[in-house]
């Protein structure tokens, strides 16, 4: 237990800078389409991507884990992501660009699934919902000093310094693994030994509700802060020198989000989330009309912020609960889908926003968003009645 606090930092400190690496984007997008000579839109295109990549990658690599050694594991993944932003920093057209956004994407994924597993195995009972929202929090703070700094360091040394600073923190990370986490931390071994097999855990009902909820959930968010830069400067006429302020806002309430989506975790869990995105419906419908009022604008993109991660802590650990009981030899990729499926709703989130973008213009982002929350709610009453109706038939079974 000595080493739990500094092994929690870790763990965080890696969701920190693979959070960065991914945000960041959004932070630079207007100098990366000056630089490129490309258009705002396909710059946004850059986050689809990604976050496709992210989540079709994810589930191989975790599924061909097995039993090796998860500190050696991690530590190969973190040192492909780290040569992936280098290349970032270093690259000379757009399509390098892009190869290498893929690079990092591709191992970005299963490494936060090892990290969530580690904080699995570490973390006494009572602190597992303590540490999974801090370890989600990681991205927030990456929400919160990571896109605001590399927003700034891009403005004053250009855009390719934010990917230095992650390649050095990265490497920092690197040997914290080596010198902390435990060695012989592995999977656990069952019956269940085939690459299918890791996929049973789709079967289970509750299992396919919750990681469509993850995937709608963020993908409303995303329609909207995919396009958080354009948002600020044209529809809100906040000054370049103010922007790093507005994003570094967002970050804290998107922290916040972390904060209390482990509260709600620890208490009433899915059973508050339904008011939680009649909230998010609201406040993305009152968008284009909110943004002719900056203030009120202003309020309701923080407040999204604030709805934006509410969700994964309660729904993380509802679907480690449902792995560990019936499907063990499935632990990583079940630790991963709550990123998986995040990530297919970043792709179509941002994906949806670039489309409005392109025809409807920036103003439009909160109506776009506001369908796929919908979806989320819809969803999330069903599995609530499922986990209700299985709440009510397990003493009946015991009896």
């Given at each position: 237990?000595?080493?739990?606090?500094?092994?929690?930092?870790?763990?965080?400190l890696?969701a920190?800078?693979?959070?960065?690496?991914?945000?960041?984007?959004?932070?630079?997008?207007?100098?990366?389409?000056?630089?490129?000579?490309?258009?705002?839109?396909?710059?946004?295109?850059?986050?689809?991507?990604?976050?496709?990549?992210?989540?079709?990658?994810?589930?191989?690599?975790?599924?061909?884990?097995?039993?090796?050694p998860?500190?050696?594991?991690?530590?190969?993944?973190?040192?492909?992501?780290?040569?992936?932003?280098?290349?970032?920093?270093?690259?000379?057209?757009?399509?390098?660009?892009?190869?290498?956004?893929?690079?990092?994407?591709?191992?970005?994924?299963?490494?936060?699934?090892?990290?969530?597993?580690?904080?699995?195995?570490?973390?006494?009972l009572?602190?597992?919902?303590?540490?999974?929202?801090?370890?989600?929090?990681?991205?927030?703070?990456?929400?919160?000093?990571?896109?605001?700094?590399?927003?700034?360091?891009?403005?004053?040394?250009?855009?390719?310094?934010?990917?230095?600073?992650?390649?050095?923190?990265?490497i920092?990370?690197?040997?914290?693994?080596?010198?902390?986490?435990?060695?012989?931390?592995?999977?656990?071994?069952?019956?269940h030994?085939?690459?299918?097999?890791?996929?049973?855990?789709?079967?289970?009902?509750?299992?396919?509700?919750?990681?469509?909820?993850?995937?709608?959930?963020?993908?409303?968010?995303?329609v909207?802060?995919?396009?958080?830069?354009?948002?600020?400067?044209e529809?809100?006429?906040?000054?370049?020198?103010?922007?790093?302020?507005?994003?570094?806002?967002?970050?804290?309430?998107?922290?916040?989000?972390?904060?209390?989506?482990?509260?709600?975790a620890?208490?009433?869990?899915?059973?508050?989330?339904p008011?939680?995105?009649?909230?998010?419906?609201?406040?993305?419908?009152?968008?284009?009309?909110l943004?002719?009022?900056?203030?009120?604008?202003?309020?309701?993109?923080?407040l999204?912020?604030?709805?934006?991660?509410?969700?994964?802590?309660?729904?993380?650990?509802?679907?480690?609960?449902i792995?560990?009981?019936?499907?063990?030899?499935?632990?990583?990729?079940?630790s991963?889908?709550?990123?998986?499926?995040?990530?297919?709703?970043?792709?179509?989130?941002?994906?949806?926003?670039?489309?409005?973008?392109?025809?409807?213009?920036?103003?439009y982002?909160?109506?776009?968003?506001?369908?796929?929350?919908?979806?989320?709610?819809?969803?999330?009453?069903?599995?609530?009645?499922?986990?209700?109706r299985?709440?009510?038939?397990?003493?009946?079974?015991?009896?």
């Amino acid at each position: 237990m000595k080493k739990f606090p500094f092994q929690s930092f870790i763990l965080i400190l890696i969701a920190f800078i693979l959070g960065f690496s991914e945000f960041i984007i959004v932070g630079i997008l207007n100098d990366l389409s000056r630089e490129f000579s490309v258009s705002v839109s396909t710059v946004g295109y850059l986050v689809t991507i990604f976050a496709l990549i992210y989540a079709c990658s994810t589930p191989v690599i975790t599924s061909l884990i097995g039993q090796r050694p998860l500190k050696r594991v991690l530590l190969i993944l973190l040192g492909i992501f780290t040569i992936g932003n280098l290349l970032t920093a270093l690259a000379p057209t757009y399509l390098i660009l892009s190869i290498s956004r893929i690079v990092v994407a591709i191992v970005s994924g299963a490494a936060i699934s090892v990290a969530m597993a580690f904080g699995t195995h570490l973390a006494p009972l009572e602190k597992r919902a303590w540490l999974i929202s801090w370890v989600y929090s990681g991205f927030s703070v990456a929400s919160v000093f990571g896109v605001p700094l590399g927003t700034w360091l891009s403005h004053q040394f250009g855009w390719p310094m934010a990917f230095y600073t992650i390649f050095v923190i990265s490497i920092v990370a690197m040997l914290f693994v080596w010198l902390s986490l435990p060695a012989d931390f592995k999977q656990v071994r069952s019956e269940h030994n085939r690459f299918s097999d890791q996929f049973t855990i789709f079967k289970h009902p509750q299992i396919q509700l919750s990681v469509l909820i993850t995937m709608f959930s963020l993908a409303g968010v995303y329609v909207v802060y995919t396009y958080l830069r354009p948002l600020f400067s044209e529809q809100l006429h906040i000054s370049i020198s103010l922007i790093t302020i507005a994003f570094t806002v967002y970050g804290f309430m998107s922290l916040l989000s972390n904060q209390l989506s482990g509260k709600i975790a620890e208490g009433p869990g899915l059973s508050f989330m339904p008011k939680v995105y009649l909230c998010q419906l609201a406040l993305l419908i009152a968008l284009p009309f909110l943004l002719t009022i900056p203030i009120l604008g202003m309020i309701d993109i923080m407040l999204l912020g604030l709805t934006m991660y509410l969700i994964n802590s309660p729904i993380q650990l509802h679907v480690l609960e449902i792995a560990e009981a019936s499907f063990p030899q499935s632990l990583v990729l079940a630790s991963s889908l709550n990123s998986i499926f995040a990530n297919f709703g970043i792709a179509l989130g941002s994906a949806a926003g670039s489309l409005i973008v392109q025809f409807s213009g920036t103003k439009y982002v909160g109506p776009g968003g506001a369908v796929f929350t919908l979806m989320t709610l819809v969803l999330l009453v069903k599995l609530n009645r499922h986990v209700r109706r299985q709440a009510v038939a397990e003493p009946k079974t015991r009896s």
